[in-house]
DNA sequence: ATATCGATTATCT
DNA sequence: GATAATCGATATG
């Protein structure tokens, strides 16, 4: 017997041209919609809160800055694709590729409100559910949001997100935010002025400090 | 060849 | 609020 949960009604797919866009439209468009996971036969599913930009050759925070690499390869190549990258040796951090294929820019997708698959998604993160607090904990940073969700570069840099087949996707069902804020970007320090962070204002599963989040 | 630096987080005080 | 953990990419000699 298949569960369905009522979240999960007139689940779209993202076109591929939503990506081939600037990524400051892709980011502030992307809050609300749902990244949808396939793990060791669970499905796992966050509504993004919170998202930064991060451009080309124009900005000095980005990877795509010095120029294409193995590393940052999938900047460059088509929309809706994963990029993961492996941050201070301990964590893996999602982005998606954004404007056309040649040309660099992605959205970093830094935090996620818990919809289904709790329990493993909690497992996973080494939380026990029970308290209150745990559920906050689950995918409130890009770091906590890769464990929660189990992707790391070796499993997912460079797949296609927009693939319905694909264990690792980001779908539409509708939602819309009411209220979104934009602040600096958190945890760089080239570039730091720009208000490239998107954020759905009075969410409970935001990153960073409170001051950042329009408190 | 060696040193430094992160698009972070957990765990202290 | 401050700091250690941890490692690949990048800078420096």
Known sequence: MQHRSP?????????R???????????????G????????????AGRLVEVEAYLGADDAAAHAAAGRTARNDVLFGPPGHAYVYLIYGNYFCLNVSCEPEGKAG?????????????????RSRGLELGSPKALRLIASGPGRLAQAFSITRARDNGKDLLDAISDLRLADDGYTPQRILTTPRIGITKTADYPLRYIVAGSDYLSGPKKMNGR
Request: charged share 35%; proline share 4%; net charge positive.
């Open 106 to 122: 992605c959205v970093l997708i830094r935090a996620a409100e818990p919809v289904d698959g709790l329990e493993h998604m909690a």
């Open 17 to 31: 041209q939503f990506f081939a866009r600037d990524p400051r439209e892709v980011a502030r468009e992307l809050l």
């Open 7 to 15: 979240q999960f009604h007139n689940l779209r797919a993202l076109d």
């Open 33 to 44: 919609k749902l990244l949808i996971r396939r793990h060791e036969r669970k499905l796992l």
